[in-house]
């Protein structure tokens, strides 16, 4: 069965960084686009960011560009999401999550088949 395995997450003081993977296995990973997505306490799911299946194409929230970067190694099967000058308001529970190729919808999660158990990220003040 499809299997997406979140790791990387930890507790790091403000304006540090942390990189998370996400490992997939039980499926063509190179056809599928990926996305990241985070969930804090009392909120709802909300994007982060996504990558199609070939690479070509990135898209992240408002909130997080510039300091996050998306990339998948489909050689190895894995996600990556490296995030730097990281903020209190980015703690959440990171979720990776896959989809079949197609167009459009990468920010919204019901239009993802798969989802990782997701990884905790702590940020302090």
């Known amino acids: 069965q499809v299997q997406l395995v979140e790791s990387g997450g930890g507790l790091v003081q403000a304006g540090g960084s942390l990189r998370l993977s996400c490992a997939a296995s039980g499926l063509t990973f190179s056809r599928y686009d990926m996305g990241w997505f985070r969930q804090a306490p009392g909120k709802e799911r909300e994007f982060v960011g996504a990558?199609?299946?070939?690479?070509?194409?990135?898209y992240y929230a408002d909130s997080v560009k510039g300091r996050f970067t998306i990339s998948r190694d489909n050689a190895k099967n894995t996600l990556y999401l490296q995030m730097i000058s990281l903020k209190p308001e980015d703690t959440a529970v990171y979720y990776c999550a896959a989809r079949t190729a197609q167009a459009g919808g990468f920010m919204n999660p019901h239009w993802y088949n798969y989802w990782g158990q997701g990884t905790q990220v702590t940020v302090s003040s």
């Open positions: 990558i199609t299946w070939t690479g070509e194409g990135i």
